[in-house]
């Protein structure tokens, strides 16, 4: 049942502040540049965002990889509430790092809180009091690669792996 696992030892805790007005994504990839970030986990995101995009499957493409015509692109442009923000760093083999992040956010519609989530891309615009916490790893037992089933980049460990 599991495809890959490994450990990773905790090397230290990130956390930053995001400038209001900033791109959530683009302020992750900076910090993570900043700190020479090459792999970790993405632990808590908080704050308000002014637009966020949510990318979300519609169904699973009979055949791989998953397209445009699969997925649904969500843009809410008024103040959102981020109530949470997961994700993945891991060390490409050629060179750089990939993130892989998924977020909700909670909003008012007809004086109710609903909650939204999905993949984050670009185009979520951080409000105020933005803050984000990265668990780094080291990364002797993780990296980013191509996974020939799903035909997409894809998170791996050297222990138990193909």
Known sequence: MIESIGSQNIERVVQFRVKPGSDLLAAIEEAVKLEDIRAGVIVSGLGALKKAVF???KWFPESYPVTSQDRLYLEVEKPLELVSLVGWIAPKRDGGVEIHAHFSASTVENERVVTLGGHLTEGTICGIKTVVSIIVTA???IY???DEATQTTDIFFSRGSD
Do not use: M, Q, T
């Open 55 to 57: 990318r979300n499957l």
């Open 144 to 146: 980013a690669g191509y």
């Open 139 to 141: 990364d002797s037992e």
